[in-house]
Every structure is written in C-alpha cells, then in structure tokens.
C-alpha cells in the first residue's frame, strides 16, 4: 500500500470522524471542547513543523497565539473592524515579528535557540501585560465580538465546530504537501545535520526562517480563532506555561507526525478535563508526562505505538510461518 493511499484513507478516517462529531454531539460543553482541541492541534501542527522536521527548538511560540489574537481583538472592539479583514492584519503582523525575530535567532542553535525565543515570548507576555492602554494589561481585553459571514454565525457551538475543524483539515492537507515536497525533504537534512545539508547546496538559513515564520502564522491564525470563540482574552493564555504546553503536545504526540500533532493536542486538552484534583501542579503532571514518553516511548505516542504494532506483527509471522523439516 502505496504512502499516497495511506494519506487519502487517512483523511477519509479523519473526515468521517469530525462529520460524525459534529452531527451526533449534542452536548454544548462537548463540542466546544471539541473545538478546544482543534485550535491546540492547530499550535501542535505549526510547531511541530518546526521542532518535528527541521529540528529547531522554540520555547516562546505562545507569543504568536497571543499576537494574532490581540491583534484581532483591538482592531474589531477598538477600531471596529471586521473579523475578516483584521484576520490578515493578525497573520500578517505575526509573520513581520517572526521574519524580525528569526533573522538572528535562527542563527543560534540548540540550548541557545531555546533561551533566544524564550526570551522573546518572555518580552512578548509583558508587553501584553504592561501596555494597559492598548491591550487591557493584566486584567486583560474583553468585549471581542463573535464572527460572523453574512446570514451564519459563528457564535460558538456548533459552526464554530465546523470552521474550526475545517481549518485544521485545510491545515494538514497543507502540511503534508509541504513535507512530501522538496522543502520538506530539506528541512528533514537540516534535522539530520544542519552542516551536511548545507554542504550539498542547501540554503538552511533561508529554509529554516521560512519554516519558523509558517509556525508563528498558523499560530497567529489559532489565536485569532481563540479570541473569537472566547470573546475575552488576558495575558496569562499567552505566557511561558502555554509555550511548554505546546512543546509537550509535539513531544507526546510525535515530533516529525502530522498525525502526532493531532494526538498530542487531544491528550493535553482532555488531561485537565481528568486530573481536576491536579490543577496546581499541572508543569509537575506535565513534566513527568514527557519524561514518561521520553523514556518509554522516545519518538512520541504515535510513532511508539506504530513500532509496537510492526514488532508484534513481525512476532506473529515469525510464530506462524511454517516449520522445515
């Protein structure tokens, strides 16, 4: 079975399943969950692409969910604007201070890059928090208005649903074009060994800003989303917490899986739903989780389980295949 079939019955799975979702479930408080996870899937995709293909660490992603979500909250409740015109405005703006920010922090590597971006989505939180003027400081922005497309409206519940999950799937479709491309392949050798890509003609600069301003845009996009569903907004969804959180769904899913991104961003929605006794020590549950999966299971719940499944099928064969005499 060829990968290209793989991918379609893949989408088919994945297709059925949010069409099923969105027409059985009732329940209000499910399907904005629901919706919940497709925004964290969202973030998982952009840094996963990141992190998972071409191997640079970012600890200050929240700064671009935040980013693309002030940014459609003051142009829409301050200035009036339409959601639809201030969603470029979001994207854009994320994709100029991602191309400012990448210049010289992609220039860094390893632990370095990851103090760099922290740094950034540490400046990034305050400026949130501090300019009370503009962004309603700490005690933050309410007043967003929901979105709306001529007679539809978007007003949480159920076409939110269906927007939400239909940009996840536009999302993914994307993904996966650009890691079956050639960029894709690059970005793979820059993980591999940054020196040896470029050694046979690869631009890794250029690439790896690429990728990192594609992350920050998908997650400008998940904070415009946000915004929307919520109507309120404050700098403590945006701060250095969120960014771990993100780094975790791409662990535990997967880092280098589409699919992974998806898996990882479920779990870690559903788990506060689970351990409500645990909600203080949620960096401590959080920790324990990755070094759990980074013990047992290093290359993430999806490739893990995938390897187990070709172990125990290779067990099988070999217990069945026919004794010579």
Not at 17 to 42: D, K
Not at 53 to 61: C, D, F, P, R
Not at 247 to 259: C, F, L, P, R, Y
Request: hydrophobic share 55%; net charge neutral; proline share 3%.
């Amino acid at each position: 079975m060829t990968s290209s079939l793989l991918d379609k019955i893949a989408y088919g799975i994945f297709f059925l399943i949010i069409v099923a979702a969105g027409l059985l479930i009732e329940n209000f408080y499910y399907l904005q969950l629901l919706t919940f996870i497709g925004i964290n899937t969202l973030l998982a995709l952009g840094l996963n692409m990141l992190m998972g293909y071409a191997g640079q660490i970012s600890l200050g992603h929240a700064a671009f969910y935040g980013i693309g979500a002030y940014t459609t909250a003051i142009l829409t409740a301050s200035y009036n604007f339409s959601p639809w015109l201030a969603l470029p405005c979001a994207i854009g703006l994320a994709v100029l201070v991602a191309f400012i920010v990448g210049l010289p922090t992609l220039r860094l590597s390893g632990y370095y890059l990851g103090m760099g971006t922290l740094g950034f989505g540490m400046i990034v939180h305050i400026l949130f928090r501090e300019w009370d003027t503009l962004t309603g400081g700490a005690s933050g922005f309410v007043g967003i208005p929901p979105l709306e497309l001529g007679p539809v409206s978007f007003f949480s519940g159920r076409n939110y649903f269906w927007l939400v999950w239909g940009i996840v799937l536009l999302v993914i479709i994307l993904c996966k074009r650009i890691i079956s491309s050639r960029m894709g392949r690059a970005l793979r050798a820059i993980h591999d060994s940054e020196k040896a890509a470029g050694a046979i003609g690869v631009d890794t600069m250029r690439l790896k800003l690429q990728i990192f301003i594609f992350s920050a845009a998908v997650a400008a996009l998940a904070g415009f989303l946000y915004a929307h569903l919520i109507s309120f907004i404050s700098p403590g969804s945006f701060n250095f917490l969120v960014s771990v959180r993100m780094v975790t769904m791409v662990v535990i899913g997967g880092m280098a899986s589409v699919w992974g991104a998806l898996l990882g961003a479920s779990l870690l929605t559903l788990l506060p739903e689970w351990l409500h006794a645990f909600s203080d020590f949620e960096m401590v549950v959080y920790g324990l989780i990755m070094m759990g999966v980074m013990i047992i299971l290093p290359q993430g719940l999806t490739r893990g389980i995938l390897d187990i499944y070709e172990r125990a099928r290779e067990q099988y064969d070999k217990q069945s295949a026919p004794v010579k005499d």
